[in-house]
């Protein structure tokens, strides 16, 4: 055993620190896109119908998702920091797509290379931030990674907007995807370093189950497991449609560029600055009880969503529904985490971010298909209700 190798925060703050700014820099490439894309797609494209304006969260949603998997793998494979590297040199070509795309299939293809983009780099980030502090301090590793990723989410998608409303929808807010894949892919490269070594000095924890088939056991047979990762996926199902419905209703009811892009900013700010709080409290409390909270406290919110149009109730809700996922996000890492061996639990990482990224994909279809065949206010509506079941399945199965 290396005695020179020190899990914890506090031994391993430098680093630490780079990858939390790394992570900040991911979340950034997504928040290109929260706020202006209904009206870069109509404006540019033409493009009205909700199920092809949707396509774009689909075809992000499914590689993130399959990246996701192969991360769990290939990080054991390739090494941490490579396979981060990889993941940013997929995101040198999106903003270049959507500058100068001239067909909506670009548009796609510029998402399918985010995707990738983020199920490498994000995921890569994660596992490295879970070598590095060992079992204790998960929650608050979590939190850090999350709340760097989402506050950076929620800065950029308010800034894009602002940048929209005063200048033009395109190309200027795209200008922003080169400056932050390019110091993102710099920091991987001469700052970050691998850290698989703390991974292979983390000693078995007795009070872990046996798994046999990791994918099957996360997915559907381990109750703990299954029921966090479906939890995941209806998390980002919810969070797909607020992604691409939510502007579009406000852009349908004449709200501007900047107004949108501070209610659609404020939910991911939230969502990430309230991480800093409930990741340490998921290495403290129950895992059950924060998700089963957060779950029904969005399903509650989204439902509302459909009913209202005064642009503080949108701000007021905004903010809650930032709360109630900031309860969740880090709870779902540090309880897959702390249920599996250190031999298999970047698999079961990958399974469960498989799993949860597939969300974006099955939300984006699923709201789409209803928002076109009955309207925006009942797709909005079935995807609150599918949260609030959710939620009850946490209640119910979770042990």
Do not use: C
């Amino acid at each position: 055993m290396n005695k020179s190798i020190i899990h914890g925060l506090k031994a391993n703050w430098q680093q630490f620190l780079i990858l939390v700014l790394i992570n900040a820099f991911v979340g950034g490439m997504v928040g290109l896109e929260r706020t202006i894309f209904p009206e870069f797609a109509e404006s540019e494209f033409g493009v009205k119908s909700s199920t092809a304006f949707l396509s774009f969260i689909l075809a992000f949603g499914i590689t993130k998702a399959i990246a996701n998997y192969f991360t769990g793998r290939l990080s054991n494979k390739l090494g941490r920091k490579k396979l981060l590297i990889i993941g940013w040199l997929f995101a040198i070509p999106v903003p270049l797509i959507l500058i100068f795309a001239n067909q909506w299939y670009l548009v796609v293809v510029a998402n399918i290379f985010l995707g990738i983009n983020q199920g490498l780099a994000w995921s890569s980030t994660v596992i490295m931030k879970i070598d590095l502090v060992g079992q204790k301090e998960r929650g608050l590793a979590m939190g850090f990674n999350e709340a760097a990723g989402y506050l950076a989410v929620g800065v950029v998608a308010f800034l894009t907007g602002y940048i929209a409303n005063h200048y033009a929808v395109t190309p200027y807010p795209f200008y922003l995807g080169i400056g932050i894949a390019v110091m993102g892919l710099l920091m991987s490269l001469f700052l970050a370093k691998d850290t698989s070594k703390f991974a292979d000095q983390e000693k078995p924890e007795p009070t872990h189950t046996h798994q046999g088939n990791i994918f099957v056991e996360t997915s559907f047979k381990n109750r703990t497991l299954s029921s966090v990762t479906q939890a995941g996926l209806v998390n980002n199902l919810n969070d797909g449609m607020v992604w691409g419905l939510l502007p579009a209703l406000l852009f349908s009811m004449d709200y501007n560029s900047e107004q949108t892009g501070l209610i659609t900013a404020l939910y991911p700010a939230i969502w990430g600055i309230g991480q800093l709080f409930t990741g340490k409290m998921a290495d403290v409390f129950s895992h059950k009880k924060m998700l089963f909270y957060g779950m029904g406290l969005q399903g509650l919110v989204i439902v509302l969503f459909g009913f209202i149009q005064e642009y503080y109730l949108f701000v007021t809700l905004s903010i809650l529904l930032g709360i109630g996922t900031a309860l969740v996000y880090p709870t779902f890492l540090t309880a897959i985490a702390n249920n599996t061996k250190p031999v298999q639990r970047a698999e079961s990482i990958g399974v469960f971010r498989l799993w949860r990224d597939m969300g974006y994909a099955i939300g984006a279809l699923l709201s789409g298909v209803i928002a076109d065949y009955m309207g925006m206010n009942y797709s909005i509506l079935a995807i609150g209700v599918l949260t609030i079941l959710s939620s009850l399945i946490i209640k119910f199965r979770m042990p």
